[in-house]
């Protein structure tokens, strides 16, 4: 049986649902559904944003009318189909016995923190350096295509457009440099226990640090696929 509640977005699902506007049974503290509900959601989002970032969870209200079974097992608070960690979210509690209910508590989660943002307007195919950037303060649940908050990841990565200073760099902003562009004259390396073998190819595609390419041994003429390890070297099995 599926019910809800109004005002607020509040739904309580149930095998044994029990709702009691008048009742002598024991019913289950409103304080204490938003506890474990504001516990759960505050520490998912400092796990998914960092220790570095201030968190601060506002539960919505529960309508006073709701009086559910007293709960003799505990609660369980969970991430709700579609909830997010910054922002307006849902989170669900749910009680394990012996009377099961569901409530979903909608939340908001005001995550504050450093970000990166560029220091200066700059071009397409930028590879950034620590003078591009600078960290300002920003509420990231504001942020929905996500950020970057390390200098040391963002460095030396690539603009895949032209930015305005200021802006807010997010991870479809940036793609790690290419170390290897088709048709460039690159090293085969291949190494085993006691030996490396290295080889003059061709490139037939773009390639950033870990990713497979395929390039044509020169000699041989034969066509290998392997893993760009560096500037114009190529790792392949022996």
């Known amino acids: 049986m599926n019910r809800r509640w109004h005002p607020g977005s509040l739904w309580l699902i149930g095998p044994c649902m029990l709702l009691f506007m008048a009742s002598s049974a024991a019913h289950e503290p409103h304080a ?57 979210s849902t989170v669900g509690v749910r009680c394990l016995g012996p009377v099961t209910w569901t409530l979903y508590v909608p939340v908001e989660i005001a995550v504050h923190g450093q970000v990166l943002v560029l220091a200066q307007p700059l071009p397409r195919g930028t590879q950034l350096q620590t003078s591009h950037l600078r960290l300002e303060r920003h509420d990231v649940g504001s942020l929905s295509t996500g950020y970057l908050a390390d200098l040391d990841e963002a460095r030396d990565m690539v603009l895949r457009r032209a930015l305005q200073a200021g802006t807010v760099l997010t991870p479809q902003m940036v793609e790690p440099p290419r170390l290897v562009r088709r048709g460039q004259l690159v090293t085969l390396l291949a190494e085993g226990a006691s030996v490396a073998v290295r080889v003059e190819g061709e490139a037939l595609g773009d390639g950033a640090r870990g990713e497979r390419v395929k390039v044509r041994n020169l000699s041989s003429q034969n066509v290998v696929e392997g893993l760009v390890l560096s500037h114009g070297v190529v790792g392949v099995s022996m």
């Not at 509900?37 to 006073?64: K, N």
């Not at 709701?66 to 608070?77: H, I, K, N, Y």
């Open 32 to 88: 204490s559904i938003l506890h474990a509900a504001t516990s759960f959601i505050t520490t998912e989002a400092r796990d998914a944003h960092g220790p570095q970032f201030e968190i601060e969870v506002q539960p919505g209200r529960l309508d006073p009318r709701l009086r559910l079974r007293s709960c003799e097992d505990g609660l369980e608070a969970f991430m709700a189909p579609g909830s997010r960690t910054a922002g307006n």
